[in-house]
């Protein structure tokens, strides 16, 4: 297998995806951090491969040196421990909505001032935070938005997030929780998870002092315009999971009695075509039937209790469609 070919052309598309995601519906997140937190990730993914520092180096080309310190920068704050130091300070200053620089030195004196300051630097020149006043008297401060309509979507998109995130990944902590969903404000964070504990759909459990969560359901409906971030995300992770697991089994290829793995079919017709409608109607199709197979798969477990010695078994299925006209649009299902 030719990697460094595929994986090209993965982070080729990769990219155009994030930048349709950044501009979608006129909005403009910052992306200012991308880059620091691909490496970090990266790093963290093939250290979980078991591969050492001396190999990971020598795959991004750089020193054993240069790496070591890249790390270091990139690692968790001193301060605040489970985010990194961009993160953290991001996040005080979200939830204080204004802050002195003295105030912030003071909150990570745990940390190099020069890394604080070189954080603070980066979150004005991104846009994420505003700069006033000079010398002692330089405080920022958050952009906020008054649109209480706004304010409510995003903390619904929250709460969907959190919950595909737990149905895939749960039970999970709440650091657990943070490393899936990077939110920085903690308070924000922390009414999610408590509207949704309060709503049903979230379990809190605790033992001794350890807290985890988990949701047995996750369902987000057809035509709910809140819940489409939610939807990208669940279907990314599930279509990323089938590849990473096949991959991980060592299968190279593709049998139509494989219980894991993905299939892409690509039909060319015309338009007015005898078998449009059928070839169109593929994505429906598919959909009706994993809302009826759900179905039935509820109402038997409604009524036969699962034998105890049965080992509990997660099957996700995943489909997506896109038409290409002749003038090169795209439109997706």
Not at 193 to 203: P, Y
Not at 209 to 234: L, M, Q
Not at 307 to 323: N, W
Request: proline share 3%.
């Amino acid at each position: 297998m030719n990697a460094t070919l595929l994986v090209d052309a993965i982070v080729r598309q990769t990219v155009v995806l994030i930048a349709t995601l950044a501009t979608g519906a006129g909005q403009r997140p910052s992306l200012s951090h991308i880059a620091d937190q691909v490496f970090a990730e990266l790093v963290r993914a093939l250290k979980e491969q078991g591969l050492s520092n001396k190999l990971v180096a020598d795959m991004f080309g750089i020193a054993l040196r240069t790496y070591h310190t890249r790390v270091a920068q990139l690692a968790e704050s001193h301060s605040q421990q489970g985010r990194s130091l961009w993160e953290a300070v991001y996040g005080l200053i979200q939830a204080k909505g204004q802050v002195g620089r003295a105030a912030v030195l003071d909150s990570f004196q745990s940390d190099d001032p020069a890394m604080v300051r070189a954080v603070l630097r980066d979150l004005v020149g991104s846009g994420l935070v505003y700069k006033t006043g000079r010398g002692e008297r330089t405080c920022y401060r958050a952009p906020s938005s008054n649109d209480p309509t706004e304010l409510s979507r995003a903390g619904v998109t929250l709460e969907r997030m959190v919950l595909v995130a737990l149905h895939r990944h749960g039970p999970a902590s709440d650091s657990e929780l943070r490393e899936l969903l990077p939110v920085d404000d903690d308070g924000e964070w922390t009414r999610a998870l408590s509207q949704l504990e309060a709503d049903g759909l979230l379990v809190r459990e605790e033992t001794g002092d350890a807290v985890r969560y988990r949701c047995e359901r996750c369902i987000i409906p057809f035509g709910d315009e809140v819940g489409w971030e939610a939807a990208v995300f669940d279907h990314y992770q599930a279509m990323v999971a089938a590849l990473v697991t096949k991959l991980r089994l060592g299968t190279r290829r593709a049998g139509l009695a494989d219980q894991i793995g993905g299939s892409t079919f690509v039909f060319d017709l015309y338009d007015g075509h005898p078998m449009q409608s059928e070839v169109l109607g593929f994505l429906k199709a598919m959909r009706t039937h994993g809302l009826e197979l759900r179905r039935r798969l509820d109402d038997h477990d409604d009524n036969h209790p699962r034998p105890v010695a049965a080992a509990a078994m997660r099957v996700v299925a995943y489909v997506g469609q896109t038409i290409t006209e002749a003038d090169g649009e795209e439109h997706h299902g």
